[in-house]
C-alpha cells in the first residue's frame, strides 16, 4: 500500500503545489533560463486533459512531415526533470516538443519572447478531476487521496499538483486568440479525431496528405493508443490511458458536487470563448 501523507510528497512553488518526484525547486530556476526556438512545438494543458494523446499525435505528424523519428530521451513535461535537463535539450534538432501545465505567465521568457507555436488542450474540468483522482490513487509514486469527497474539495481549492484547473484555464483564456496560440478541446477530438489532427496539422505548418491524416487517426484512437500503453509509456502506461470518455463524471460527482462545479465554471468561465465552448 502507498504513502497517503500528502505534505511530504508535494512542495509549493510560486504558491503552486507541484509533487516531489517530479519537479524540483531547482528545476524551476534552472528553467527560466531556458532557451526556446521560434520553432520548438509547445503544449500547454491542465494535467489530465489529454496531452499524451496529443503528444502521440505530435510525433507522429513529425514523423509524417519530417520522416524522422520523434525521439528524444528527456521527460515531454517541461518542467519536470532534473536541472540539468535544459542544457541537454540545447543539442535536440528541430522541432522539439515541449509540454508543460504551466501558466502562460509562468513559461519561460524565451518561450513568449520567440513566438513559437502554442497548442493548448482543455478537457470538461469534471472528466479532468475525475481522471486527476484516479492517475493520484492509481499511481504508485504520487500522492493518494483518501477519497473522492477529499480530492474533490481539494480539486475546487487549487491545492492539487499545478494547482486550480480555474486558474488554469482563466490564464490561458486571456490567450486564447493571440496569433501563436491554438486551442482544442478533448471532447471535440473524440468527436472528430480526424479534423482535429489535421487542425493541428495546420496550425504547426505540418504538410500531410489525406490518407497521413486518416492512418495516424487510426493509430490515435483511446483503444490503438491503450492496447500500446505498456511499451509507449511502460509500467505508468496503463493508469495514463485509464478509460478515454466523455461523461465519465456522472459515475463519480454527487448531485452537489456537480452544482458546486457548474457554479465555479459560471462564475470563472461562463462569458469567455472558452467557456462557450467547453462542453460536459
Ligand atoms: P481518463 O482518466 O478519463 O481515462 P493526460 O495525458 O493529460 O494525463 O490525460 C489523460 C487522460 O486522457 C486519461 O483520461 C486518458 O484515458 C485520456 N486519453 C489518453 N489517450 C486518449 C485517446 N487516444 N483518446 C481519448 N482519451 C485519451
Redo the contacts with the bound molecule.
Sequence with gaps: SKDTTLSHLLFIHQGVHYPVTMCTPETFQALDAFEARSDDVVLA?Y??????????ILRELIFADSKKKYDFPEFPVLECGDPGKYQRMKQFPSPRILATHLHYDKLPESILKNKAKILV?F?NPK??A???F??HNDVPDIPSYGSWDEFFRQFMGGQVSWGSYFDFAINWNQHLHDDNVKFIL?ED??EN?AAGIKQIAEFFGFSLTEEQIQTISAQ???????AKSQETHGAVGPF??????VG?WKNVFSETQSQEMDDKFKECLADTPLGAKLKY
Design positions: 494543458s494535467p489530465k486533459c489529454g496531452s499524451n494523446w496529443i503528444l502521440h488542450i478537457r472528466d479532468t475525475v481522471s486527476f484516479h492517475f478533448y477530438l473524440k479525431l490515435s484512437t483511446f483503444q490503438a493508443m491503450q495514463l490511458f485509464r478509460k478515454g470518455e465519465d
